[in-house]
């Protein structure tokens, strides 16, 4: 919301018309839809807050994880249907972090 409001707020102070805000506002969101469901771009500046990252696993410089990732990795964010999960590794067990389940 904080964004939202800093971008509208800056667009009237460049000179925005009413109707360019009004028109604005009502596009649609490509990081977020109605059902909830939140983009990996959203996904990615979550983590950013946390000073953790994210590569996808097509990244190149993921190689060597994609050969063997259990040793690799501590974590994989997942989107399975438009659902995101993660399957992380805590000592030596690999558990199912998934808000839709009742426990890991």
Not at 13 to 23: L, M, Q
Not at 45 to 56: D, M, N
Not at 65 to 92: D, M, Q, V, Y
Request: net charge positive; charged share 25%.
């Amino acid at each position: 919301k904080q964004w939202y409001q800093r971008r509208v707020r800056g667009r009237i102070e460049d000179g925005g018309t009413n109707e360019e805000i009004e028109a604005w506002k009502r596009q649609p969101s490509n990081n977020m839809d109605d059902s909830g469901f939140f983009s990996v771009q959203v996904i990615m500046k979550a983590l950013e807050v946390y000073g953790l990252t994210a590569q996808h696993w097509n990244h190149p410089s993921l190689a060597e994880a994609r050969r063997n990732p259990a040793s690799a990795l501590p974590a994989f964010i997942c989107n399975l249907n438009e659902h995101w999960f993660t399957i992380r590794k805590i000592g030596l067990q690999w558990f199912n972090i998934d808000s839709c389940k009742s426990g890991p």
